[in-house]
Protein backbone atom coordinates (compact mmCIF):
# COMPACT_ATOMS: atom_id res chain seq x y z
CA UNK A 1 0.00 0.00 0.00
CA UNK A 2 1.45 3.16 -0.87
CA UNK A 3 0.56 6.57 0.42
CA UNK A 4 0.89 9.52 -1.04
CA UNK A 5 -0.81 12.35 0.48
CA UNK A 6 -4.38 13.01 -2.12
CA UNK A 7 -4.93 8.53 -1.53
CA UNK A 8 -5.43 8.01 2.82
CA UNK A 9 -7.95 5.37 3.53
CA UNK A 10 -10.97 6.71 5.76
CA UNK A 11 -9.36 5.45 9.27
CA UNK A 12 -9.68 6.99 12.56
CA UNK A 13 -6.48 8.95 13.17
CA UNK A 14 -4.82 7.62 16.31
CA UNK A 15 -4.47 10.21 19.15
CA UNK A 16 -1.19 10.69 21.01
CA UNK A 17 -1.91 11.38 24.30
CA UNK A 18 1.04 13.01 26.16
CA UNK A 19 1.53 14.66 29.30
CA UNK A 20 3.34 17.86 30.39
CA UNK A 21 7.28 17.31 30.94
CA UNK A 22 7.09 19.26 34.19
CA UNK A 23 4.56 18.00 36.28
CA UNK A 24 3.92 14.77 34.92
CA UNK A 25 0.18 15.80 34.94
CA UNK A 26 -1.30 17.76 32.25
CA UNK A 27 -2.74 15.52 29.74
CA UNK A 28 -1.58 17.05 26.34
CA UNK A 29 -3.50 15.41 22.87
CA UNK A 30 -2.14 15.34 19.68
CA UNK A 31 -4.00 14.35 16.62
CA UNK A 32 -1.86 13.87 13.69
CA UNK A 33 -4.43 14.59 10.84
CA UNK A 34 -2.30 14.53 8.28
CA UNK A 35 1.38 14.34 7.47
CA UNK A 36 1.35 17.83 8.98
CA UNK A 37 0.48 19.61 12.02
CA UNK A 38 1.12 22.77 13.71
CA UNK A 39 -0.79 22.92 16.79
CA UNK A 40 1.43 24.34 19.84
CA UNK A 41 0.92 22.42 23.51
CA UNK A 42 0.15 24.36 26.72
CA UNK A 43 0.00 23.33 30.23
CA UNK A 44 -2.10 25.74 32.10
CA UNK A 45 -0.72 24.50 35.03
CA UNK A 46 3.10 25.20 34.70
CA UNK A 47 2.14 28.50 32.38
CA UNK A 48 5.05 26.47 29.72
CA UNK A 49 4.03 26.28 25.85
CA UNK A 50 5.65 23.55 23.94
CA UNK A 51 6.75 23.17 20.58
CA UNK A 52 5.38 21.54 17.91
CA UNK A 53 5.82 21.63 14.21
CA UNK A 54 5.62 19.62 11.43
CA UNK A 55 9.10 18.15 12.15
CA UNK A 56 8.17 16.70 15.65
CA UNK A 57 6.70 17.76 19.06
CA UNK A 58 9.10 18.90 21.20
CA UNK A 59 8.51 17.71 25.09
CA UNK A 60 11.75 18.10 26.84
CA UNK A 61 11.15 19.99 29.94
CA UNK A 62 13.32 22.73 28.47
CA UNK A 63 11.22 22.77 25.20
CA UNK A 64 11.28 26.62 23.88
CA UNK A 65 12.64 27.92 26.69
CA UNK A 66 15.16 30.81 25.57
CA UNK A 67 18.04 29.83 27.92
CA UNK A 68 21.13 32.11 27.28
CA UNK A 69 23.61 30.67 29.89
CA UNK A 70 22.21 27.85 31.93
CA UNK A 71 23.64 24.47 30.16
CA UNK A 72 23.21 21.30 31.44
CA UNK A 73 26.30 19.29 32.42
CA UNK A 74 26.87 15.35 32.43
CA UNK A 75 25.29 14.76 29.54
CA UNK A 76 26.47 11.25 29.18
CA UNK A 77 25.98 10.15 25.50
CA UNK A 78 23.16 12.59 24.80
CA UNK A 79 25.24 15.12 23.47
CA UNK A 80 27.21 13.33 20.75
CA UNK A 81 24.27 12.01 18.88
CA UNK A 82 22.72 16.13 18.64
CA UNK A 83 25.93 16.62 16.30
CA UNK A 84 24.40 16.44 12.72
CA UNK A 85 27.43 14.86 11.02
CA UNK A 86 27.18 11.82 13.65
CA UNK A 87 22.93 11.33 12.96
CA UNK A 88 23.42 11.72 8.82
CA UNK A 89 26.46 8.74 8.93
CA UNK A 90 24.13 6.53 11.66
CA UNK A 91 22.45 4.90 9.02
CA UNK A 92 24.98 4.97 6.68
CA UNK A 93 27.68 3.04 8.18
CA UNK A 94 28.02 4.30 12.02
CA UNK A 95 25.46 1.58 13.59
CA UNK A 96 26.01 -1.35 11.46
CA UNK A 97 29.65 -0.98 12.98
CA UNK A 98 27.90 -2.44 16.06
CA UNK A 99 28.82 -5.98 15.11
CA UNK A 100 31.97 -5.58 16.75
CA UNK A 101 30.49 -6.05 19.29
CA UNK A 102 28.19 -8.90 18.27
CA UNK A 103 24.79 -6.97 17.13
CA UNK A 104 23.42 -9.21 14.73
CA UNK A 105 21.85 -6.53 12.40
CA UNK A 106 18.60 -4.62 12.23
CA UNK A 107 16.70 -7.08 10.63
CA UNK A 108 17.81 -9.91 13.27
CA UNK A 109 17.25 -7.59 15.99
CA UNK A 110 13.95 -6.15 14.47
CA UNK A 111 12.83 -10.33 14.27
CA UNK A 112 14.09 -10.52 18.04
CA UNK A 113 12.15 -7.37 19.47
CA UNK A 114 8.89 -8.04 17.91
CA UNK A 115 8.93 -11.70 19.55
CA UNK A 116 9.42 -9.98 23.10
CA UNK A 117 6.66 -7.65 21.66
CA UNK A 118 3.59 -9.43 20.86
CA UNK A 119 1.95 -8.72 23.99
CA UNK A 120 1.30 -5.27 22.89
CA UNK A 121 0.38 -6.09 19.23
CA UNK A 122 -2.39 -3.73 18.67
CA UNK A 123 -1.35 -1.12 20.90
CA UNK A 124 0.91 2.19 20.51
CA UNK A 125 4.86 1.70 20.46
CA UNK A 126 7.21 4.03 21.70
CA UNK A 127 10.67 3.86 20.08
CA UNK A 128 12.70 5.26 22.52
CA UNK A 129 15.80 6.80 21.94
CA UNK A 130 14.74 5.97 18.33
CA UNK A 131 17.97 7.47 16.81
CA UNK A 132 17.23 7.66 13.14
CA UNK A 133 14.30 6.22 13.23
CA UNK A 134 15.57 2.59 11.40
CA UNK A 135 13.28 0.56 14.16
CA UNK A 136 10.53 2.85 14.00
CA UNK A 137 9.78 2.59 10.16
CA UNK A 138 10.02 -1.35 10.95
CA UNK A 139 7.36 -0.93 13.50
CA UNK A 140 5.57 1.08 11.35
CA UNK A 141 5.26 -0.76 8.64
CA UNK A 142 5.08 -3.95 9.86
CA UNK A 143 1.34 -3.35 10.57
CA UNK A 144 0.96 -4.98 13.92
CA UNK A 145 0.80 -1.57 16.43
CA UNK A 146 -1.46 0.97 16.60
CA UNK A 147 0.51 3.49 16.20
CA UNK A 148 4.35 4.07 16.69
CA UNK A 149 5.95 7.29 18.54
CA UNK A 150 9.55 7.66 17.87
CA UNK A 151 11.25 9.55 20.79
CA UNK A 152 14.69 10.50 20.52
CA UNK A 153 16.55 13.33 23.06
CA UNK A 154 18.33 14.16 19.39
CA UNK A 155 17.05 17.10 17.13
CA UNK A 156 19.07 16.09 14.13
CA UNK A 157 18.33 12.47 15.06
CA UNK A 158 14.42 13.22 14.48
CA UNK A 159 15.43 15.10 11.25
CA UNK A 160 16.92 11.91 9.92
CA UNK A 161 14.44 10.04 11.11
CA UNK A 162 11.71 12.11 9.14
CA UNK A 163 13.63 12.25 5.88
CA UNK A 164 13.37 8.52 5.83
CA UNK A 165 9.78 8.07 6.88
CA UNK A 166 8.77 11.01 4.39
CA UNK A 167 10.41 9.18 1.70
CA UNK A 168 9.29 5.25 2.44
CA UNK A 169 6.12 5.98 0.46
CA UNK A 170 4.69 2.39 2.46
CA UNK A 171 4.10 4.18 6.10
CA UNK A 172 0.96 5.57 6.26
CA UNK A 173 1.82 9.29 8.00
CA UNK A 174 -0.80 9.53 10.26
CA UNK A 175 0.77 6.31 11.98
CA UNK A 176 3.79 7.56 13.17
CA UNK A 177 4.81 10.90 15.50
CA UNK A 178 8.02 11.73 16.26
CA UNK A 179 8.39 13.36 19.76
CA UNK A 180 11.46 15.04 21.29
CA UNK A 181 11.91 13.91 24.95
CA UNK A 182 14.00 13.21 27.38
CA UNK A 183 14.79 9.44 28.61
CA UNK A 184 15.08 10.90 32.33
CA UNK A 185 11.74 12.71 31.82
CA UNK A 186 8.99 10.91 29.60
CA UNK A 187 6.53 13.40 28.51
CA UNK A 188 3.38 10.33 29.17
CA UNK A 189 1.02 9.61 31.48
CA UNK A 190 1.69 7.08 34.16
CA UNK A 191 0.43 3.41 33.09
CA UNK A 192 -0.09 5.02 29.37
CA UNK A 193 2.36 3.08 27.41
CA UNK A 194 1.85 -1.25 26.36
CA UNK A 195 5.26 -1.22 24.62
CA UNK A 196 8.54 0.39 24.67
CA UNK A 197 11.44 -0.45 22.54
CA UNK A 198 14.72 0.95 23.13
CA UNK A 199 17.80 -0.46 20.34
CA UNK A 200 21.63 0.17 21.52
CA UNK A 201 20.07 3.21 23.73
CA UNK A 202 21.06 2.50 27.58
CA UNK A 203 24.63 2.38 27.59
CA UNK A 204 24.05 6.05 26.12
CA UNK A 205 21.80 7.20 29.01
CA UNK A 206 23.39 10.02 31.27
CA UNK A 207 20.79 8.59 34.56
CA UNK A 208 20.30 5.20 33.58
CA UNK A 209 18.35 4.76 36.99
CA UNK A 210 16.08 7.80 36.41
CA UNK A 211 15.18 6.67 32.92
CA UNK A 212 14.09 3.13 33.66
CA UNK A 213 12.20 4.42 37.15
CA UNK A 214 11.01 6.35 34.08
CA UNK A 215 9.90 3.19 31.98
CA UNK A 216 8.43 1.87 34.81
CA UNK A 217 6.29 4.62 35.60
CA UNK A 218 4.99 5.20 32.34
CA UNK A 219 3.98 1.46 31.34
CA UNK A 220 0.81 -0.61 31.90
CA UNK A 221 0.32 -2.90 34.10
CA UNK A 222 2.41 -6.23 32.12
CA UNK A 223 3.52 -3.64 29.79
CA UNK A 224 7.10 -4.71 28.19
CA UNK A 225 10.49 -2.66 27.58
CA UNK A 226 12.84 -4.38 25.11
CA UNK A 227 16.14 -3.01 24.70
CA UNK A 228 19.72 -3.70 23.59
CA UNK A 229 23.10 -2.67 24.35
CA UNK A 230 26.97 -3.49 24.64
CA UNK A 231 28.40 -5.96 27.76
CA UNK A 232 31.58 -5.44 29.00
CA UNK A 233 34.67 -6.73 27.62
CA UNK A 234 34.67 -9.88 29.90
CA UNK A 235 30.78 -11.03 28.63
CA UNK A 236 31.67 -13.45 26.07
CA UNK A 237 33.89 -15.59 28.55
CA UNK A 238 31.52 -15.13 30.75
CA UNK A 239 29.03 -16.56 28.80
CA UNK A 240 30.87 -19.70 27.81
CA UNK A 241 31.88 -20.43 31.28
CA UNK A 242 28.05 -19.72 32.23
CA UNK A 243 29.72 -17.66 34.88
CA UNK A 244 30.09 -13.46 34.65
CA UNK A 245 31.41 -13.41 37.97
CA UNK A 246 34.76 -15.03 37.66
CA UNK A 247 35.29 -12.88 34.73
CA UNK A 248 34.45 -9.57 36.43
CA UNK A 249 38.12 -8.56 37.31
CA UNK A 250 39.13 -8.71 33.55
CA UNK A 251 36.90 -4.88 33.06
CA UNK A 252 39.01 -3.36 34.62
CA UNK A 253 42.00 -4.09 32.06
CA UNK A 254 39.55 -3.01 29.33
CA UNK A 255 40.29 0.31 27.53
CA UNK A 256 37.11 0.95 26.55
CA UNK A 257 35.41 0.40 29.98
CA UNK A 258 33.01 3.46 30.65
CA UNK A 259 34.90 5.34 33.43
CA UNK A 260 33.68 8.70 34.87
CA UNK A 261 34.94 10.75 31.58
CA UNK A 262 33.40 7.94 29.11
CA UNK A 263 30.33 8.73 27.12
CA UNK A 264 29.21 5.15 27.52
CA UNK A 265 28.56 2.79 30.43
CA UNK A 266 28.76 -0.75 29.15
CA UNK A 267 26.89 -3.37 31.34
CA UNK A 268 26.84 -6.56 32.59
CA UNK A 269 23.83 -8.62 32.42
CA UNK A 270 23.49 -8.81 36.40
CA UNK A 271 23.81 -5.15 36.37
CA UNK A 272 20.89 -4.74 34.15
CA UNK A 273 18.47 -7.47 35.78
CA UNK A 274 19.11 -5.59 39.26
CA UNK A 275 18.53 -2.43 37.83
CA UNK A 276 15.40 -3.53 36.12
CA UNK A 277 14.11 -5.63 39.66
CA UNK A 278 14.74 -2.56 41.70
CA UNK A 279 12.17 -0.23 39.27
CA UNK A 280 9.22 -2.97 39.53
CA UNK A 281 10.12 -4.72 36.26
CA UNK A 282 9.88 -7.86 36.03
CA UNK A 283 10.25 -11.09 33.60
CA UNK A 284 13.92 -10.85 32.70
CA UNK A 285 14.51 -12.63 29.04
CA UNK A 286 17.15 -11.80 27.27
CA UNK A 287 19.92 -13.11 24.39
CA UNK A 288 23.19 -12.77 24.89
CA UNK A 289 26.01 -13.22 21.52
CA UNK A 290 29.30 -11.73 21.99
CA UNK A 291 29.05 -8.56 23.75
CA UNK A 292 25.25 -8.00 22.41
CA UNK A 293 22.64 -8.71 24.72
CA UNK A 294 19.17 -8.01 24.06
CA UNK A 295 16.41 -8.28 27.13
CA UNK A 296 12.48 -7.95 27.75
CA UNK A 297 10.98 -6.64 30.88
CA UNK A 298 7.46 -6.27 32.21
CA UNK A 299 5.89 -4.26 34.15
CA UNK A 300 3.83 -6.29 36.93
CA UNK A 301 -0.01 -6.99 36.19
CA UNK A 302 -1.09 -5.68 39.40
CA UNK A 303 0.24 -4.03 42.44
CA UNK A 304 0.84 -6.74 45.20
C1 LIG B 1 23.26 4.55 19.57
S1 LIG B 1 21.79 5.46 19.26
C2 LIG B 1 20.54 4.19 19.08
C3 LIG B 1 19.58 4.47 17.94
C4 LIG B 1 18.63 3.33 17.58
N1 LIG B 1 17.70 3.07 18.64
C5 LIG B 1 19.36 2.07 17.23
O1 LIG B 1 18.97 0.99 17.68
O2 LIG B 1 20.31 2.14 16.45
C6 LIG B 1 21.44 6.10 20.88
C7 LIG B 1 20.35 7.15 20.87
O3 LIG B 1 20.06 7.52 22.23
C8 LIG B 1 19.67 8.87 22.21
N2 LIG B 1 19.75 9.46 23.55
C9 LIG B 1 20.87 9.74 24.26
N3 LIG B 1 20.54 10.35 25.41
C10 LIG B 1 19.18 10.45 25.45
C11 LIG B 1 18.27 11.01 26.37
N4 LIG B 1 18.69 11.59 27.50
N5 LIG B 1 16.95 10.94 26.10
C12 LIG B 1 16.52 10.37 24.94
N6 LIG B 1 17.35 9.82 24.03
C13 LIG B 1 18.68 9.87 24.27
C14 LIG B 1 20.64 9.51 21.24
O4 LIG B 1 20.20 10.76 20.76
C15 LIG B 1 20.73 8.44 20.16
O5 LIG B 1 19.86 8.69 19.09
Same mark, same amino acid.
Given at each position: MRYPPTELEPIADPEYTFAC???? /?TELKVQKASARFSQGLHCSRCDRSFTANETSVDLTPTSGADMRVYKQKFWGGT????SPLVSFVYERGWRQGFSWGGFPGEAREFDMAMDYLQGAYGETIVDMSCGSGLFSRRFARS????AVIAADFSESMLGQARTYFEA?? /??????YILLRADVGRLPFPTSSIAGMHAGAAIHCWPNPTAAVAEISRVLKPGGILVASTFLKASAPLGQLFDNDDLFRPLNALDPTSAGSSSNYQWWEEQELRELMATMGLRNFQRHRSNRFIMFSVQKALQAS
Open positions: PICL /TQLFRGKFNDN /TIDPRK
